[in-house]
């Protein structure tokens, strides 16, 4: 059987987005449902594959497509190259992950110099056909012969100045028909032939450009900037689509809008429209276009049409739709459709009221969020009460704010942001071309465009803050600088600006965190329901806790006390323990930590009130707590200095004295004093003691001193060679936990051990703790409720889990330093020196320390919970290194049992989602609770 190429709307299979692109198998979905789209086909993503292997179209496929062309001509009865009904295409690229304006499309095609008087003659309309034909002759130019669109925007720009037309619509039809005389000319010139007036050469030119484009830089750079992988989306579709006219007069237009804010959610058509105009106008920002609102007034009937469009889109998607329209001479049509990009509040608004209004069930309200979208609701905002006057205002085009310096082109931004400046991008209007300035800028800011322009919806895309279509600014980026009334901004100044309003202001403004949602609460409220791994957090002081529960932590996962030790009140305590001499000195230094560090734990016992709090006993190797080497022998020397100068000035008088007497005889009152006083000072000891203090310190740092400090002296090491810090923290945990108990407060702490390679280390510590725990019960004459565990993280310990389950009553991986121990990695020589090259290369595909290697270290991870729960059934295991906030390495806790998952408190949201898609991705979403 012959290969099917081509598919008509009325016959392509709308699920099959591979095959036909997702704005192919749209066009076919929304014909076969009975939406108004105009007539058209789909030549498949495999033709382009082929096409781009061969650089001709594979057999068969151009018959095909001429057979379709011959079944358009019938559906509309028009003729392609006719000179009575003309029809006339568009070329449209489609990929099946959507790439926003990263590929090409020509509109208008089959226009000729004889198909074009057919259109004047049939529509009565010169103007509207010499638009049509200026117009194909510049998209088809740079598109289809490569021709940069500067050249035409010259002649445009001439022609518009000889004729005092401010605008392309003030323009008229003898104009557009000189500057389409012009336009011709240009390409004659580029290409040394006439422009091509066979409509079936254009038309195979046309596809044979589009299918091209796929392997164009700018697309290639999107799929790797996105991680747009073969699998995802290979090769683009071409749609052949019956044209239609929004250009025809004031009774017809065209526009995009959303079926529900993208900002904020609300339940309303969002978008934007020009009257009178071409797709292409909308999205180029050339005029800037008018607010759907305003067409419930200005065209009754269309709004009406929209409507019902709205309500048949997302009836049959359900999902949020970013659709295209045209109008033309009253009648709407819809010309596109794709789920809608949102921000997170916006997706968190529509899931909750999609759910509500029934359109979706609960399970679908979470999975259709991307995790780590909700970071943007945690990103910084201008602080409320902020009365700062704008310099300007734009439209409020993406949410959030920024500050920066400006740059004027994408390259300065890639530039400049690459060497960690902070940046935003300042443009008229912004190009597919610019992407990688998006990339390293903190925002952009453009003069011109809509909130649906290319900046626009990139910048949503990417969670970045954007202000766009902000007149009131002149930019002369050949100057490097521009204007606001009466402000010169050069390259370089600071800016902000807030892309929840479209305010831009000079200089730096404060930011606040921004509020948890009562959407975020509901949605998150369901993911708990439905999760099963719980949610802890990283926290080291009862502010974090306190935080960390407001995002909804259940409880604390890892709570480092070494954090506490690093206050400024108590390092000089520390300092004192560790460099004491005998065990009683030491002693003396632990007694006075003891009542702080149960303090501490009280305080956060308090905030975390009846949730597990793991408290992990001292890790860190102990120099990290003493100055360094090289600081202390710099301020010795200081100090030395400064004991020969007291020296110097104490002799003073006598040097004097021999060396001019007269001199002496006039100063010698003073000098006197001066004398005496520095006696006085040097017979105080002060510096001397200073030096005797610093150099004994010294001598410790040096002591302490380690070749591979990460693998040296630390975590239980240290416990067993000191028991007196370990036993310290242990009976502070204890006593705090008791005074608890005694207040009312629940409290449930956990004990954990660092670094443990052996049974027998763990048996030791567990051997305090027991004993401790008696004697805390005894002395306040309560019950302490507490759990003993240790943590995985070298990899003796996952391979002795069994064992070691018998005195753990928890185990919590530590998979920072499991990935460097897995790996013989240390992490900041592998990010520095050879991980980036590692990632480019893919001899590794992301980073270990982020994203969590299954592969390996996952295996350990596996055989431990294995083998602990063997030993202790109810063993309960978690995970308390950075990836526990990563949504990737979240599923694969979850699907080897893990218990919990801890990570810092402004992820708790982020893994709370994640933990209940993991569940509903192992079940098919067959947990259906109220739905
Ligand atoms: P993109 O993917 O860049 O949006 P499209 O293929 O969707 O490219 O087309 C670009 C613009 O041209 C859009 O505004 C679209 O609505 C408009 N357009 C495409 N085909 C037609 C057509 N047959 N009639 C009228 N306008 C069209
Ligand atoms: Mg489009
Ligand atoms: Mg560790």
């Known amino acids: 059987m012959k290969r099917q190429w081509v598919f008509a709307f009325e016959e392509g299979d709308g699920k099959n987005k591979m095959l036909l692109g997702g704005k192919g198998a749209n066009l076919c979905e929304m014909t076969q449902i009975g939406l108004n789209v105009p007539p058209g086909f789909v030549i498949t993503t495999?033709?382009?594959?082929?096409?781009?292997?061969?650089?001709?179209?594979?057999?068969?496929?151009l018959d095909q497509t001429l057979a379709h062309m011959k079944a358009l001509e019938k559906k509309t009865g028009k003729t392609f190259g006719g000179a009575d009904n003309p029809l006339l295409v568009s070329v449209r690229s489609g990929s099946s992950m959507s790439m926003p304006g990263m590929m090409d499309t020509v509109l208008n095609l089959g226009l000729n110099q004889t198909t074009l008087k057919g259109l004047i003659a049939l529509t009565g309309?010169?103007?509207?056909?010499?638009?049509?034909?200026?117009?194909?002759?510049?998209?088809?130019?740079?598109?289809?012969?490569?021709?940069?669109?500067?050249?035409?925007?010259?002649?445009?720009?001439?022609?518009?100045?000889?004729?005092?037309?401010?605008?392309?619509?003030?323009?008229?039809?003898?104009?557009?028909?000189?500057?389409?005389?012009?336009?011709?000319?240009?390409?004659?010139?580029?290409?040394?032939?006439?422009?091509?007036e066979d409509p079936y050469q254009q038309l195979e030119i046309a596809i044979g450009a589009v299918f091209r484009s796929w392997n164009g830089k700018r697309a290639i750079d999107y799929r790797r900037q996105f991680k747009i992988t073969k699998e995802m989306a290979s090769g683009t579709a071409v749609n052949v689509v019956t044209m239609v006219f929004g250009n025809m007069g004031s009774d017809s237009g065209t526009g995009v809008g959303f079926t529900r804010n993208p900002g904020t959610g609300e339940n309303l058509i969002y978008g934007e429209y020009l009257v009178n105009a071409q797709g292409e106008d909308v999205v180029a920002g050339i005029r800037t276009p008018k607010a759907i609102a305003e067409m419930e007034q200005e065209m009754p009937e269309i709004y009406r049409q929209l409507q019902e469009l709205h309500a048949r889109l997302e009836a049959h998607y359900a999902e949020?739709?970013?659709?295209?329209?045209?109008?033309?001479?009253?009648?709407?049509?819809?010309?596109?459709?794709?789920?809608?990009?949102?921000?997170?509040r916006a997706m968190l608004r529509t899931s909750v009221e999609m759910y509500r209004e029934g359109?979706?069930?609960?399970?679908?309200?979470?999975m259709r969020i991307d995790p780590t979208l909700l970071e943007q609701m945690l990103a910084p905002q201008l602080a409320a009460d902020f009365k700062g006057k704008p310099l300007a205002t734009g439209l409020p085009a993406s949410p959030g704010a920024a500050s920066g310096k400006i740059v004027f082109d994408a390259d300065s931004a890639e530039e400049r942001g690459q060497a960690g400046e902070r940046i935003i991008l300042v443009r008229e209007e912004t190009k597919p071309e610019d992407i990688h300035g998006f990339f390293q800028a903190q925002g952009i800011l453009t003069s011109r465009g809509g909130k649906t322009s290319h900046a626009a919806v990139v910048a949503r895309g990417m969670g970045k803050p954007c202000v766009s279509g902000c007149e009131a600014i002149i930019i002369d980026d050949v100057a490097r600088r521009a204007v606001i009334g009466e402000t010169t901004l050069h390259e370089g100044d600071v800016i902000t600006i807030d892309g929840s309003n479209g305010k831009v202001y000079a200089g730096e403004v404060p930011t606040v965190e921004a509020e948890f949602s009562e959407d975020m609460a509901t949605l998150l409220g369901w993911a708990d329901e439905v999760a099963r791994l719980k949610v802890m957090a990283n926290a080291d002081t009862p502010d974090d806790a306190a935080r960390a529960r407001k995002f909804g932590a259940m409880g604390i996962g890892l709570c480092r006390t070494e954090r506490m030790f690093n206050s400024s009140d108590r390092l000089p305590i520390v300092q004192e323990m560790i460099l004491a001499e005998t065990v009683e000195e030491r002693q003396a230094a632990l007694d006075r930590l003891l009542p702080i560090q149960r303090a501490d734990f009280k305080g956060i016992f308090k905030a975390m009130k009846g949730?597990?709090?793991?408290?992990?006993?001292l890790d860190p190797p102990m120099h990290e707590f003493l100055p360094t080497t090289a600081q202390l022998e710099l301020e010795i020397a200081h100090l030395h200095h400064m004991r020969d100068s007291i020296k110097a000035m104490e002799e003073l008088p006598e040097t004097l004295k021999l060396l001019s007497p007269r001199l002496y005889q006039q100063y010698s009152d003073g000098l006197g004093k001066l004398s005496v006083s520095m006696k006085a000072f040097k017979d105080g000891h002060l510096e001397e003691d200073a030096i005797h203090k610093k150099e004994k310190i010294l001598k410790k740092v040096r002591a302490l001193s380690e070749v591979n400090p990460m693998l040296g002296h630390r975590g239980v090491r240290l416990g067993i060679t000191y028991p007196e810090i370990y036993m310290m923290q242990i009976q502070a945990i204890l006593e705090a936990a008791a005074l608890c108990a005694k207040e009312g407060t629940e409290v449930h702490p956990e004990i954990m051990v660092p670094q443990v390679a052996t049974v027998e280390e763990l048996c030791r510590i567990h051997s305090y703790v027991k004993r401790l725990h008696k004697v805390v019960e005894l002395t306040h004459g309560i019950k302490v409720d507490v759990k003993f565990g240790s943590m995985l993280e070298v990899v003796r310990a996952c391979l002795r889990a069994g064992r070691m389950a018998e005195d753990a009553e928890f185990f919590s991986f530590g998979t920072n330093d499991l990935t460097q121990a897995?790996?013989?990695?240390?992490?900041?020589?592998?990010?520095?020196?050879?991980l980036p090259s590692y990632i480019s290369e893919e001899i590794l595909l992301d980073n270990p320390f982020e994203v969590l290697d299954q592969k390996g270290v996952g295996e350990l991870m596996k055989l431990a919970v294995s083998e602990g729960r063997k030993t202790r059934p109810d063993l309960k295991v978690g995970i308390c290194g950075e990836h526990g906030g990563h949504p990737g390495s979240i599923q694969f806790c979850h699907s080897i049992g893990l218990t919990y998952v801890s990570c810092s408190g402004p992820r708790v949201p982020i893994a709370r989602l994640a933990a209940a898609q993991a569940q509903l991705l192992e079940t098919g979403g067959a947990v259906t609770k109220n739905a």
């Open 822 to 834: 897995t790996f013989s990695f240390s992490r900041e020589d592998a990010e520095n020196k050879f």
């Open 320 to 344: 949020v739709q970013d659709f295209e329209f045209t109008i033309e001479k009253g009648r709407l049509y819809c010309l596109q459709t794709r789920n809608g990009k949102m921000n997170a």
């Open 359 to 366: 359109l979706i069930t609960r399970e679908k309200a979470l």
């Open 611 to 617: 949730l597990p709090v793991t408290v992990r006993l």
């Open 125 to 196: 309309n010169p103007r509207f056909g010499y638009d049509a034909w200026r117009r194909f002759i510049q998209l088809f130019g740079k598109i289809a012969l490569g021709i940069g669109d500067e050249h035409f925007d010259a002649a445009m720009a001439s022609i518009k100045a000889r004729y005092g037309a401010s605008q392309d619509v003030d323009l008229k039809a003898e104009h557009l028909a000189e500057l389409a005389t012009e336009f011709l000319a240009i390409v004659a010139r580029h290409t040394g032939k006439p422009f091509p």
């Open 46 to 61: 495999d033709a382009c594959l082929a096409f781009l292997e061969k650089d001709r179209l594979p057999e068969g496929a």
